[in-house]
């Protein structure tokens, strides 16, 4: 009867051990923050900075449409630009080659999100809207809006309060950052959206827009390579902002080389050389 006795104390501990230690597992699952399903999957492909050099091919997502960044000629379909060189730059770093993926600034995040590519470029400023989608690298250039107009206006419109007037014509590229800020400041002047940003400075030139306020690095080249159009205080914009790369979240150890790769192409005069290509065109 002893023995008995024994048997079944013994087994009744053991189920409590057991129970005790498969709530103790759910409990740490619980507990665990949930990943969402796209950061899983990509965790469990590994990281891009085995898988590109692996490919041989670096996947880059870009407008085509922000010169001095990112031009594609709508003839030959050749990209060219800053990024466009950096990018090739990023790609031979990883054993590999550049293979541009057209996208809009409204849905350059969702591409990258989706893993259409595995970076986004071409003067892409920072913003706690993509961040919340997309990591970003370490930032390669400081920026902020700044207005453009014909040169004979130059001291007319240097404010905001001077832009913002009923009869004064503003034009803005639609899906980023520009549309968000003058939407944000134009309540009074008339706000018209142009849909290709190649030739939205053409509306200036030929009187039927006043201003565009845009990133001062993009008001230093259009005016370089359009006499009619100066840049308005562009050393000193209405705003701040950063321009970056924009990289997949939850892969750590691509965006560690990454900010490595822009840390050193911004010291070691790579950029420099690019953009001075560029700027003195």
């Keep these: 009867m002893r023995r008995t006795v024994t048997l079944s104390a013994l087994a009744a501990v053991l189920a409590a051990t057991a129970a005790g230690s498969a709530l103790a597992v759910g409990s740490t699952a619980n507990s665990a923050p949930e990943q969402a399903p796209a950061d899983r999957a990509r965790q469990q492909r590994g990281t891009l900075l085995d898988r590109v050099p692996e490919r041989g091919v670096l996947r880059v997502c870009t407008t085509g449409d922000y010169r001095p960044f990112s031009h594609r000629d709508?003839?030959?379909?050749?990209?060219?630009?800053i990024d466009i060189k950096m990018a090739g730059d990023l790609a031979?770093?990883?054993?590999a080659k550049p293979k541009y993926?057209?996208?809009?600034w409204a849905t350059l995040v969702d591409d990258l999100a989706a893993?259409?590519?595995?970076v986004g470029m071409g003067g892409v400023s920072v913003t706690l809207a993509r961040a919340r989608k997309a990591s970003f690298s370490e930032p390669y250039l400081t920026d902020g809006k700044?207005?453009?107009v014909r040169c004979e206006d130059k001291?007319?419109?240097?404010?905001?309060e001077e832009i913002d007037q009923s009869g004064v014509r503003v034009v803005v590229n639609p899906?980023?950052?520009?549309?968000?800020?003058a939407r944000a400041h134009i309540k009074q002047a008339t706000l018209t959206v142009h849909p290709d940003n190649t030739t939205i400075f053409d509306e200036i030139i030929a009187g039927r827009a006043d201003v565009m306020m845009t990133d001062a690095s993009e008001t230093r080249y259009q005016s370089a390579i359009h006499p009619e159009l100066c840049a308005v205080h562009p050393d000193e914009p209405f705003s701040f902002s950063e321009k970056a790369y924009v990289l997949p979240r939850g892969d750590a150890q691509f965006k560690e080389y990454v900010d490595q790769w822009v840390h050193l192409?911004?010291?070691?005069?790579?950029?420099?050389?690019?953009?001075?290509?560029?700027?003195?065109?």
């Design 74 to 81: 709508p003839k030959s379909g050749a990209y060219t630009g």
């Design 92 to 95: 031979r770093s990883l054993d």
């Design 101 to 104: 993926v057209p996208t809009t």
């Design 115 to 118: 893993g259409r590519c595995d």
């Design 146 to 148: 700044t207005p453009i």
């Design 155 to 160: 001291d007319k419109y240097r404010t905001l």
């Design 175 to 181: 899906g980023g950052t520009n549309e968000q800020f």
């Design 265 to 281: 192409a911004t010291h070691d005069g790579t950029y420099k050389k690019y953009e001075d290509e560029w700027m003195k065109r």
